[in-house]
Structure formats: C-alpha cells, structure tokens
C-alpha cells in the first residue's frame, strides 16, 4: 500500500483500504476474536473493547510499547484508555507489586501505604482527606452518594455530553447524538440502558462553559441542587479546556445556592498536572474523584475531599464502603506511582513531546491546506481534524467522525496504538515515550493528510448519523 494511490478519490475509499490493511495485520485477533464471541458477549471483556475493523488483541507491553497477539510492536499512546502514564511493567510499580504479592494482597484491613498514598494526594490535590475506591465509576459514585448525604437535597447539576462512569446516578445523557439533545436551554434526559427514568430526572443538565445556563438552572431549583459534577477538563469529547474563570464561576454559584461541587478528574488527575487541573488552575472543589493513572494499571480508585465533606465519613452520615477499598496490591503500586514514577520532571518531558508532536502535526496538516487544531495537557494531547477549537459537546459533535476514525487506522497501520474513538479520545503519553516515538506519530499524520487533501467531498457512507454524530 502507498501514500499515492491514485486511484481512491473519497475519504470511504481511504478507510476501506486501511481496514482492510488493519485486518491483514491482525489475523490472530480475529481468531481469538471469534474464539471470545462463544464465552464473552461481544467477545470482549467490557463493551466499549470492542472496535472496529477487529479489537485487537494485546500480548504484553514494555515501556511506551505494546505487542499485540500477532507479534506486532506498536508505540502505545492508547495507553489503556488514559490509565497506562507511568508506562508498562515500570521497574518501580514491578518491585513494588512483586513485593506486596508476596507478602499476601487483600485483608480488607488497612496497610501502611494507604497513609503514604494519601498523604500524596493531599499534597498534589490540597483536599486534606482521601478514601479509595476500584475504579472512577465508583469514585463518582460515592462523589454524588456524599453530595446528596451531606445536603439532605436530590437534584445533580451534570453537564452535557460527559461520560462519568456506569451507575444509575450519573449514566444519563452520556455520548449521544444530536438528535438526542433536545433543546439546548433544556436538554433531554436519556437514561442509559437498564437505568430508570426517574433516576436520570434527578440531574439537570448543563452546557461546559456556560455559568449562565448554570445560573439559570439553580435559580430555577432553589434549595434543591445537592451539587454539581464535572470534569473540569471535557476528555471524551477530544479535550476541551475550561474557558478562564469558569471553574472558579461554578464553585461560586454552587456554592451561592448551597450546594457542593466534585470534579470528575478520573482522566485529568495525576495525567494533565501533578495535582489534575485542580492545581492546575488553582482552585479548590469539595471533592476530587481519581482513578485511571493513580494505580499505575491495576484497578483503583479514590476520592478526596474537603474537611467538611470528609467529616460526613467520620461521623457516619455516609458511609463509604468496599471490600477492595484500599487493597493492598493498588496501593503498593499507587505508592511507587506517585512516589517515585510521576516527579514534577516527568510531566515536563511529556509536555515538550506533546508539543514537538502537535507541531510537527499540524504543520504536516497545514501544508496540505488540511483544517486542523489541538492541544497538550501534560501526559495528554490531541489533534483535532476540525477548523476551530470546540468548547462544549454541541460543538464537539459537529467534528467529523469519517476523518478521525481514518486517523485511527492510519496511526495503527503506521505502528502507533492509539484509542479507538478518535474523535473523542487523546493520546496518553508515558514517561518512557522516545522523540522516536513521537516522530513516528507525527509521520503517520503527515501520510494522512497527504492522501486526504484530493479528496474534496468529505461525505462518509461508512459514518451515517449514529453515535457521537
Ligand atoms: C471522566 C470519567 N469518569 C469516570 C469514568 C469511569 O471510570 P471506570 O471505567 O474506571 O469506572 C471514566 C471512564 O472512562 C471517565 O472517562
């Protein structure tokens, strides 16, 4: 296959030769693939595994690089959905585990390294309190659980679009197309699946960075809103930032009309900033939900809070619960993760590669007259095959979804993984990625806008209207 195959004139063509190069590159996770579909639904383990042309199948990992199940080597900036910053098989999470494994894993009794851990966290996130969960569904689970204990009221401000997990309280609205909006000063609550409709009646849903719409909705609810969830940085709708003064505006009005606010920093905590986009931009929630990095890739979760709200778990108004909470195996890894692995100097490394790769990427778009944008957040970054930057999941929808899944292809058929989803996901960089690694990133996108600047008709039968359109 070359750059200059003359003969395909639309952007169909393109994503009909990369699939079918990706399939050829992977016939052992077709075969395990079909193998998986007679004892796991779907035959994969978690439904969003699952991708297009085939998932793939990933045989072991070292560093910023993956192998999948036919051998193959790939630079890793999928990094398992935002998880993996700390790389695979780090020699200081391998030690620590090892070490731990040894000495017994699960007494559901605490261990010393649940103090050292939060300790950390108080001193990268400044909420003085932790507890620890298994996962970021749970996290803001127990997020919206303290929200409504500690104010004795039931309605949540969420915003539009974001995806916090899949439990009843907050699977609403998340990831739907436009014609499942409804109207914007009154967006329609869609229930996940198998979740009632009385539980998504219990949020309000907001715009991202729009106090206004927020005014307006807790001025309409007085004494009602328990609180607000948000990821104070959208990451599943590519990574929209906050607009200035946004998050300081929420925590005011919030707070005006008596309520509490979480931020959902399952992606951005320990990825963006050492201390998430709290530290980031200096501001003080109620209460931070982590998970993802924090566990350096075994299960984990945690939440922090403010004295007040943490006084909720002391004095048993709420009690937060689980048997795996604080388990020994994730907090020993925790422990080297945010000990040892993640120093200041690692998340300035990672930012200057993600610049060298944005640059280097839309530079390789502009001279093809292709519209591009993006950013970096530290670990994190993307490039955006849209002509202007998207502030809210409105606008994120009007993104092209043909194009970014031909990004997809092209980076895998190119030797770089990146998360399925291209139009929602970013890469997640680890503290082992090369220059290299990055170059071949950036190569790899110079090829697609190479052979996608003839085609002029951008209209996609393969993507019709669905999800995320
Ligand atoms: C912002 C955000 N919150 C919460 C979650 C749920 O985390 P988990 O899959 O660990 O339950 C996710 C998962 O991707 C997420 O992106």
Same mark, same amino acid.
């Given at each position: 296959?070359?750059?200059?195959?003359?003969?395909?004139?639309?952007?169909?063509?393109?994503?009909?030769? &990369?699939?079918?190069?990706?399939?050829?590159?992977?016939?052992?996770?077709?075969?395990?693939?079909?193998?998986?579909?007679?004892?796991?639904?779907?035959?994969?383990?978690?439904?969003?595994?699952?991708?297009?042309?085939? #998932?793939?199948?990933?045989?072991?990992?070292?560093?910023? %690089?993956?192998?999948?199940?036919?051998?193959?080597?790939?630079?890793?900036?999928?990094?398992?959905?935002?998880?993996?910053?700390?790389?695979?098989?780090?020699?200081a999470?391998?030690?620590a585990?090892?070490?731990?494994?040894? *000495?017994?894993?699960?007494?559901?009794?605490p261990t010393e390294d649940t103090i050292v851990v939060g300790e950390a966290l108080r001193e990268r996130f400044g909420l003085p309190m932790w507890r620890y969960?298994?996962?970021?569904?749970?996290?803001?689970?127990?997020?919206?659980?303290?929200?409504?204990?500690?104010?004795?009221?039931?309605?949540?401000?969420?915003?539009?679009?974001?995806?916090?997990?899949?439990?009843?309280?907050?699977?609403? =609205?998340?990831?739907?197309? @436009?014609?499942?909006?409804?109207?914007?000063?009154?967006?329609?609550?869609? #229930?996940?699946?198998?979740?009632?409709?009385?539980?998504?009646? *219990?949020?309000?849903?907001?715009?991202?960075?729009?106090?206004?719409?927020?005014?307006?909705?807790? &001025?309409?609810?007085?004494?009602?809103?328990?609180?607000?969830?948000?990821?104070?940085?959208?990451?599943?709708?590519?990574?929209?930032?906050?607009?200035?003064?946004?998050?300081?505006?929420?925590?005011?009005?919030?707070?005006? %009309?008596?309520?509490?606010?979480?931020?959902?920093e399952?992606?951005?905590g320990l990825?963006?900033?050492p201390g998430g986009?709290t530290a980031?931009?200096?501001?003080?929630?109620?209460?931070v939900?982590l998970?993802?990095a924090l566990g350096g890739?075994?299960?984990c979760g945690a939440i922090g809070g403010t004295a &007040?709200?943490m006084?909720?778990i002391t004095?048993?108004?709420?009690?937060?619960?689980?048997?795996?909470n604080g388990?020994p195996?994730t907090m020993a890894a925790a422990r080297a993760v945010l000990t040892e692995v993640l120093t200041p100097?690692?998340?300035?490394?990672?930012?200057?590669?993600?610049?060298?790769?944005?640059?280097? =990427?839309?530079?390789?778009?502009?001279?093809? !007259?292709? #519209?591009?944008? !993006?950013?970096?957040?530290?670990?994190?970054?993307?490039?955006?095959?849209?002509?202007? #930057?998207?502030?809210?999941?409105? &606008?994120?929808?009007?993104?092209?979804? @043909?194009?970014?899944?031909?990004?997809? *292809?092209?980076?895998?058929?190119? !030797?770089?993984?990146?998360?399925?989803?291209?139009? =929602?996901?970013?890469?997640?960089?680890?503290?082992?990625?090369?220059?290299?690694?990055?170059?071949?990133?950036?190569?790899?996108?110079?090829?697609?806008?190479?052979?996608?600047?003839?085609?002029?008709?951008? =209209?996609?039968?393969?993507?019709?209207?669905?999800?995320?359109?």
């Amino acid at each position: 296959m070359t750059s200059t195959d003359a003969a395909i004139t639309t952007l169909d063509g393109l994503i009909e030769r &990369e699939e079918a190069a990706f399939l050829a590159r992977t016939t052992r996770s077709a075969e395990l693939w079909q193998r998986a579909s007679d004892v796991m639904p779907g035959g994969v383990a978690s439904s969003w595994a699952s991708s297009r042309p085939v #998932p793939v199948w990933v045989d072991r990992g070292l560093g910023g %690089h993956v192998w999948d199940a036919d051998g193959t080597e790939y630079v890793d900036m999928h990094g398992g959905y935002g998880v993996n910053v700390v790389g695979h098989a780090h020699p200081a999470v391998v030690e620590a585990v090892q070490r731990r494994v040894a *000495l017994g894993t699960h007494f559901a009794q605490p261990t010393e390294d649940t103090i050292v851990v939060g300790e950390a966290l108080r001193e990268r996130f400044g909420l003085p309190m932790w507890r620890y969960t298994n996962s970021g569904t749970e996290s803001t689970m127990d997020a919206v659980h303290l929200m409504r204990a500690i104010t004795g009221r039931q309605l949540i401000v969420k915003i539009e679009g974001t995806y916090h997990g899949h439990h009843d309280a907050l699977m609403v =609205s998340a990831f739907r197309n @436009a014609s499942q909006l409804g109207p914007v000063d009154d967006p329609y609550r869609v #229930p996940g699946s198998g979740i009632p409709q009385q539980m998504a009646d *219990l949020l309000r849903l907001v715009p991202f960075n729009d106090l206004d719409a927020l005014r307006r909705v807790l &001025e309409a609810h007085p004494g009602q809103v328990a609180g607000m969830i948000l990821e104070p940085m959208m990451m599943n709708a590519g990574i929209i930032p906050p607009a200035p003064g946004y998050l300081q505006g929420v925590l005011d009005l919030v707070h005006a %009309h008596g309520g509490l606010v979480a931020f959902d920093e399952v992606k951005t905590g320990l990825v963006v900033h050492p201390g998430g986009v709290t530290a980031m931009f200096g501001v003080q929630p109620d209460i931070v939900c982590l998970a993802k990095a924090l566990g350096g890739g075994v299960p984990c979760g945690a939440i922090g809070g403010t004295a &007040e709200v943490m006084a909720a778990i002391t004095d048993g108004v709420y009690d937060q619960v689980g048997t795996f909470n604080g388990n020994p195996l994730t907090m020993a890894a925790a422990r080297a993760v945010l000990t040892e692995v993640l120093t200041p100097d690692a998340y300035v490394r990672a930012e200057q590669l993600g610049r060298q790769m944005l640059d280097g =990427s839309l530079a390789a778009l502009r001279a093809e !007259g292709q #519209p591009a944008y !993006g950013s970096v957040y530290g670990f994190k970054g993307s490039v955006v095959f849209h002509p202007t #930057p998207c502030t809210n999941y409105r &606008e994120f929808l009007g993104i092209d979804l @043909a194009i970014s899944h031909c990004h997809f *292809l092209y980076q895998h058929n190119g !030797g770089v993984f990146l998360p399925p989803w291209g139009k =929602s996901e970013s890469w997640t960089l680890c503290v082992s990625h090369s220059d290299a690694d990055g170059e071949r990133y950036v190569s790899n996108v110079a090829r697609l806008a190479h052979d996608v600047a003839p085609i002029r008709d951008r =209209s996609s039968r393969i993507f019709g209207e669905g999800q995320y359109n």
